[in-house]
């Protein structure tokens, strides 16, 4: 298997652009993360998935992002307008289950920097 | 106050030497507890897990929790250039598929 997939690896954007991230997660994975990282804040995890449905958003820090899976090999990160403090390095992640033994697996990362 | 902390370093020692890194944590619930290693401009990958209190070895690496204390410990015996990375802790309550990160220790091991 290919891993989780993201794409682009870096995205440069200029204040109150519209920004898209995508992610193909493990073919068989029923659950997908985004996860933003940060030096000050780390890991944080912004929404997930289960079997296509959010299940908890509380995460993402304001109206101006979302995100959508609209089928089990596709999701979006989107953010509109961007700002500076949205740089970050933002990953996917997905996971077959839920109980401990099914490992997370994180995709590359997105950097996204926001001028 | 965060719930999970984590000294980010950054830390530096010879081949061969014993690494010890930790995380402090401020919810008694978590059960589940983690470290990832994190190579530079590439997504964590899990290192090691345990549930509740003890120990658990894996190779060179032991992790140690302490929940009397919400203290747990990743011992990396002898060290090796190919552990440089960022190591983090995270960990998971019971029920709920949430994670809670450290922001993560930069190690990097001098031949």
């Known amino acids: 298997d290919a891993g989780v997939i993201q794409s682009p690896r870096h995205e440069v954007t200029e204040m109150g652009q519209e920004v898209t991230l995508r992610c193909k997660p493990i073919?068989?994975?029923?659950?997908l993360f985004w996860y933003r990282q940060t030096m000050m804040r780390g890991l944080e995890l912004l929404i997930y998935?289960?079997?296509?449905?959010?299940?908890?958003d509380s995460g993402m820090p304001e109206d101006r992002f979302s995100a959508k899976m609209p089928n089990a090999s596709f999701s979006t990160l989107k953010i509109q307008p961007s700002e500076p403090r949205d740089s970050a390095v933002y990953f996917c992640?997905?996971?077959?289950?839920?109980?401990?033994?099914?490992?997370?697996?994180f995709g590359p990362g997105t950097r996204l920097t926001v001028l | 106050q965060k719930e999970v902390e984590q000294d980010p370093g950054p830390l530096s020692v010879p081949e061969g030497a014993i690494v010890s890194l930790n995380c402090t944590y401020s919810n008694s619930a978590f059960q589940y507890f983690m470290w990832y290693r994190q190579y530079s401009r590439k997504g964590p990958e899990l290192l090691m897990y345990t549930y509740s209190s003890g120990n658990k070895e894996d190779g060179r690496f032991t992790a140690q929790v302490d929940k009397s204390s919400k203290y747990i410990s990743l011992f990396i015996r002898d060290s090796q250039p190919s552990d440089s990375a960022t190591y983090l802790c995270?960990?998971?309550?019971?029920?709920?598929?949430?994670?809670?990160f450290g922001t993560g220790t930069s190690l990097t091991v001098i031949p």
């Open positions: 995270a960990m998971r309550l019971r029920t709920g598929n949430q994670f809670y």
């Open positions: 073919s068989g994975h029923d659950y």
């Open positions: 992640a997905s996971r077959r289950g839920i109980t401990v033994t099914d490992t997370q697996y």
């Open positions: 998935f289960n079997n296509n449905v959010p299940i908890d």
